[in-house]
């Protein structure tokens, strides 16, 4: 005998399949794990909206803008509503910096 017919072939091992088991466990995760962020992204928007009950005086303190608080909070929900208005805000007074220069 040879070598060769003693060896097991790689083509012939059992290969690992999944089951109907490990897929539902599988889908079950990504259905929680999408529930999860979503439940996480309304609790974002509701701790932003606390915002728009700040007065106009302090919204302007952190350079803010109620339009700005309104913009953000008709995003959809897959943006993050209080990164955008950093955003809004951190270009506001980029401009205002180039406006100064002049």
């Given at each position: 005998?040879?070598?060769y017919?003693?060896?097991?072939?790689?083509?012939c091992?059992?290969?690992a399949r999944?089951?109907f088991?490990?897929?539902?466990?599988?889908?079950a995760?990504?259905?929680?794990h999408?529930l999860?962020?979503?439940?996480?992204?309304?609790?974002?928007?509701r701790?932003?909206?606390t915002m728009?009950?700040?007065d106009?005086?302090?919204?302007?303190?952190?350079g803010?803008?109620r339009r700005d608080?309104?913009?953000?909070?008709g995003?959809?929900?897959?943006?993050n509503a209080?990164?955008?208005?950093?955003?809004?805000?951190?270009?506001?007074?980029a401009?205002?910096?180039?406006?100064?220069?002049?």
């Open positions: 005998m040879s070598t017919q003693n060896s097991a072939s790689p083509c091992e059992a290969v999944p089951n088991r490990t897929g539902f466990l599988s889908l995760t990504s259905v929680l999408g999860r962020r979503r439940i996480e992204r309304r609790q974002q928007r701790t932003f909206m728009a009950a700040l106009d005086r302090i919204l302007d303190d952190i803010l803008t608080i309104e913009y953000a909070a995003l959809p929900m897959q943006i209080s990164l955008a208005v950093r955003q809004i805000a951190a270009d506001r007074r401009a205002e910096r180039r406006i100064r220069r002049r």
